[in-house]
């Protein structure tokens, strides 16, 4: 359970949180977007005091049926930004969330520490060699299709037993290529609807037969402000009550939109184990 960034050891045992900052202007969560600069280091700066472990930087919003922009748009919204909070933030940890094996080259190469790719390859073959070249620790996801049409590929025989499947194949094929830091994300809201995001999260634990960190992406979605009739910016509630059932049920990393009330979901929680 512990993980390798840039030289340091993160023991994953203990849970982590890691703070969304997406740099698009489309992402599903409208209080989530950041584009000018004094925005982006307004917001790092509050996730890092609010105990952020890590910053994930996202430049291609993964949202269902979003615009497919092109890798130069991409960069150019996530490279700057890089470079950006490590002048400004030299300690910060930073997951770049990206498919794009060119995105993930020149973001590590400005100074990134983990890539997080939605697609665990499957979008570019090139990812898995780009990884195991800079040796970074790689997130991946579980989904079907592309963000594009992801909504219309969740039709499952045994939905749990198709992703353990999936995710024994990919960690078979990343340590074949020499890739030892590997964390999983069985992918909320990605290729799946309302109830099988529940069976998921009622399910989580299963991952743990996997013996690797797992990352659990909740925050705001659909699942929650679609059960409770509300909106994705009146979610906040609900997301930390599911962060909780996750951090029960085994996740080690809690990826979110609001760092301060998931710091405190991790130290409730760690308190009721000791």
């Known amino acids: 359970m512990t993980i390798n960034c840039a030289g340091k050891l993160i023991d994953l045992s203990q849970p982590k949180v890691m703070g969304i900052l997406n740099i698009t202007p489309d992402s599903f969560f409208s209080g989530s977007r950041t584009a000018e600069k004094d925005a982006v280091l307004s917001k790092a700066e509050k996730m890092l005091e609010d105990g952020a472990d890590f910053l994930d930087i996202g430049g291609y919003s993964s949202r269902p049926q979003a615009e497919n922009i092109s890798v130069e748009t991409e960069l150019k919204r996530v490279v700057p930004v890089v470079e950006l909070l490590l002048q400004y933030f030299p300690n910060a940890l930073l997951s770049i969330d990206t498919f794009r094996s060119k995105v993930a080259e020149e973001s590590i190469a400005t100074g990134a520490h983990i890539i997080n790719d939605i697609s665990a390859g499957n979008l570019d073959k090139k990812m898995i060699p780009i990884i195991a070249?800079?040796?970074?620790?790689?997130?991946?996801?579980?989904?079907?299709?592309?963000?594009?049409?992801?909504?219309?590929?969740?039709?499952?025989?045994?939905?749990?037993?198709?992703?353990?499947?999936?995710?024994?194949?990919?960690?078979?094929?990343?340590?074949?290529?020499?890739?030892?830091?590997?964390?999983?994300?069985?992918?909320?809201?990605?290729?799946?609807?309302?109830?099988?995001?529940?069976?998921?999260?009622?399910?989580?634990?299963?991952?743990q037969m996997l013996e690797l960190p797992v990352l659990t992406g909740i925050s705001r979605k659909s699942l929650i402000y679609k059960t409770l009739n509300t909106t994705a910016e009146n979610a906040l509630n609900g997301t930390s009550i599911l962060n909780t059932i996750c951090l029960q049920k085994g996740a080690n990393i809690l990826r979110v939109h609001d760092v301060k009330e998931a710091v405190e979901c991790v130290k409730l929680v760690s308190q009721m184990k000791k």
């Open 133 to 207: 070249k800079y040796q970074v620790p790689y997130i991946m996801m579980h989904m079907k299709g592309t963000p594009q049409n992801m909504k219309e590929q969740n039709q499952y025989k045994n939905m749990l037993q198709e992703i353990l499947y999936y995710f024994s194949e990919k960690v078979k094929q990343v340590r074949e290529a020499g890739i030892n830091d590997l964390i999983i994300d069985p992918g909320f809201g990605f290729a799946k609807n309302i109830t099988q995001n529940f069976e998921l999260l009622n399910k989580l634990e299963i991952f």
